[in-house]
Structures are given as structure tokens and as C-alpha cells.
């Protein structure tokens, strides 16, 4: 499938459900599918189509997820770049990744890529807040063609973009995913890695296709961490090694209700057994 059908079944099936809570915002399912086919539309009305890259510059966010299905929806791919890199490695990594003119950006991060990109750039209001004057065309079935472009940490150097495939990517997702039912209790997961990441991409997609919940956290403190698990009743959780070590030693670990979770998963680094029991 198209990376952007990987959503469609919640999308259709439970649209006034909240899919996500970003701080005092909560999103729907109908909200996602209308900002998806929107940014699609737009997209392709500035002359983005197969085979292309979009610059993505912005926290995990409605905008990110929109940008990144609405251009696998019409056979380009989203480059999400992480929000820390300064204007020139910007420029750098975008020529890398064979960016074109059209670059996205959220409100706190639309100056610095535009700097580097040389052009204004599209936000929330001109992409997810404006109607097309078209419809997007049909959902792009070239299947070989990358769906994303996946920046690599930079440890020796420059990022380096890593296409990957439609193929590739949204099997491996679907598999991932439990299967939609719409009746089943609505499972609650808490994302607070970056959604440029693999692991943060990963979980925020397959929390979705799941028709699941997912509480976004923008920044990584673990007696926000421990807080958000309580107040939102949170059942399944991503971390690296060293967020969990910070939440096991965290002073308000003993007295949080920690009740609700049922699968804690890590990635990224190799953690100690002790650590792990």
C-alpha cells in the first residue's frame, strides 16, 4: 500500500475520534484524513509530484504527520529534518536529499529554513488551514518510489537522507500495527521521541493505524513523562535506555500510578540487563 492508506481505515471508520494530544490540543482522526488530503492537494499544486523532496522542518506536530502522508500520498517524499540543525548544515543536508523549492516549516522553525532554503516557505495556515482550489490526484501506486527520506544521527558528519521505499515501509508499519477493530478499547500510547527518527515515526504511524491515542511530548523531562502516564492513562510507551534510566531514578517514580502501562519498548541504544529487570 501507499504509505498514506496506512491511516485510512480509522480515518473512515472512527473520524470524531481523538488521535492526538499535543499539549492543550487534541486532534481526531477526521482532522488527520482532512489535513493529509489538503496537503496533498496543495503540494501538488505547487508542482511537487513522484519522485520529489519536501524539506520538513518541525517539532513532532499535526503539520509533520500531514506533510509526511499528504506527500507520500502523491509519490513524493518528505524529508523531516531535526529542528536543531543550524542554516548552513540545513542547506547542506537539503542539497544532500535533492530538495526542491517547496519547504515546510511549523511557526517556531519557518525563519531558519527559510534562510536555508533561499524562498519563503509553507506552514500551517497556507497547508493545513487554506482550501485547495483542487482536488489532490489519486493516491500515487508506484510502490517502488521512496515514501520518506530519513535523516541519520550525524555522528561522522553531516546527516545523510536514507530513502525508504513504500514497499518497504508500510508493510513493515502494517505489520506492526494491530489489526483496526473499531470496538476495541482505544489503546493510549506516549511518544517522546523525535518524530524525524525512525523509532518516533515508527511508534507515531503504528499508534495510528491502530485507531490508538497517542500523547505527543515535544520535550523529554521524566517528571513530565511520569505525570502524562498518570493523567492520561497511558498503556504503551517508546523510550531510549537513558529516558528510562532518568524515569526510574526520577524522585516522583514511587509515588506515580503506573497502573495503566502494559508495554514499555526501547530502541536506539543497547540497555543493561539490570537496567531492563
Known amino acids: ?10 480515518v473512515e471508520c472512527v473520524p470524531d475520534r481523538v488521535a492526538l494530544v499535543i499539549g492543550a490540543e487534541q486532534v481526531t482522526y477526521g482532522e488527520i484524513g482532512r489535513d493529509v488530503e489538503r496537503c496533498a492537494a496543495h503540494l501538488h499544486a505547487r508542482g511537487v509530484g513522484p519522485g520529489d523532496s519536501v524539506a520538513l522542518l518541525d517539532d513532532c506536530s499535526p503539520l509533520l504527520l500531514a506533510t509526511i502522508l499528504g506527500a507520500a500520498r502523491i509519490g513524493a517524499a518528505a524529508v523531516p529534518i531535526h529542528v536543531e540543525l543550524q542554516v548552513e548544515e ?9 530538495c526542491g523549492a517547496v519547504g515546510i516549516a511549523g511557526a517556531r522553525h519557518a525563519g531558519k529554513l527559510a534562510a536555508a532554503l533561499g524562498a519563503p ?3 500551517v495556515a497556507e497547508i493545513l488551514q487554506t482550501e485547495p482550489e483542487a482536488p489532490p490526484p489519486p493516491v500515487c501506486g508506484d510502490l517502488s518510489l521512496p515514501c520518506v527520506r530519513l535523516l541519520t544521527s550525524g555522528t561522522t558528519g553531516l546527516p545523510k537522507p536514507v530513502p525508504i521505499r513504500h514497499d518497504t515501509f ?3 508499519m502494517a505489520g506492526f500495527a494491530e489489526h483496526f477493530d473499531p470496538d476495541a478499547p482505544q489503546g493510549r500510547s506516549l511518544l517522546c521521541v523525535p518524530g524525524v527518527h525512525i523509532g518516533g515515526l515508527g511508534g ?18 521524566s517528571v513530565d513523562w511520569l505525570a502524562a ?3 492520561h492513562r497511558i498503556s504503551n510507551a517508546f523510550l531510549v535506555p537513558t529516558m528510562l534510566r532518568r524515569i526510574l531514578d526520577d524522585p516522583a517514580f514511587d509515588g506515580t500510578d503506573l497502573g495503566s502501562l502494559r508495554t514499555v519498548s526501547y530502541g536506539a541504544a543497547a540497555a543493561p540487563v539490570e537496567l531492563v529487570e
Open 1 to 10: 500500500m501507499n504509505l498514506a492508506e496506512l491511516i485510512r481505515e480509522p
Open 90 to 98: 540545513l542547506r547542506s543536508v537539503m542539497e544532500i536529499a535533492g
Open 229 to 231: 502516564v498518570e493523567a
Open 121 to 123: 516557505v509553507l506552514g
Open 204 to 221: 507515531l504511524l503504528v499508534g495510528l493505524a491502530n485507531g490508538g491515542l497517542l500523547v505527543i511530548m515535544q520535550r523529554f523531562r
Open 170 to 172: 508500510a508493510p513493515r
